[in-house]
Structures are given as structure tokens and as C-alpha cells.
């Protein structure tokens, strides 16, 4: 998985829209390996987006969980934490 792309479920409040998104720009830019595509893949490169965003939206309304919802800063500071001992000198 792209180290970018971040879970998106099960947040309080949910994920916006913006970034199921951005999520599906970094899926389709793994796949395809073009950070931007030549004007020749562009069509082919948003239509991918537009696709990968509806189902991932799709997804996210459709999964089910008893687990309360995640505290986004709870959440980052955890991140932080693992990155400052990964990324310690």
C-alpha cells in the first residue's frame, strides 16, 4: 500500500469527500506510475480516479463496526510517535 494513502473509516467526524479523493489520485498515481500523465493517458487517468473514488466512497458507506469511532488528532499523534522512533537518529 502507498504510504500516502490513509485509512478513511470508522473517523469521527467521517471522511470528506476531498479525501476519499485524494486517496484515489494516490491509488490510481501507484498504479499507473505517473505523478501527473501525458495528455495522451490523461483521459484514461481521471476516469481511473473518478471510478476508484465512487467505489471507494461506495465501500466506506457500505462496511459495518461495533468499534467506536477514531479520534483523527488521537490518531496523528500515534503516527507521529512511530515516525519520530522510525526516523530517529
Known amino acids: 500500500m502507498c504510504r500516502n494513502i490513509r485509512t478513511l473509516y470508522n473517523f469521527d467526524p467521517p471522511a470528506t469527500d476531498a479525501e476519499i479523493q485524494a486517496s ?3 491509488f490510481v498515481r501507484k498504479l499507473s506510475g505517473f505523478t501527473r500523465p501525458s495528455k495522451a493517458n490523461e483521459d484514461a487517468f481521471d476516469t481511473a480516479v473518478i471510478e476508484v473514488t465512487a467505489a471507494a466512497k461506495k465501500m466506506l458507506d457500505a462496511l459495518v463496526t461495533n468499534a467506536p469511532p477514531r479520534d483523527r488528532e488521537v ?6 510517535a512511530r515516525a519520530a522512533i522510525r526516523y530517529a537518529n
Not at 75 to 80: N, T
Open 24 to 26: 484515489a489520485i494516490q
Open 75 to 80: 490518531e496523528a499523534a500515534k503516527a507521529r
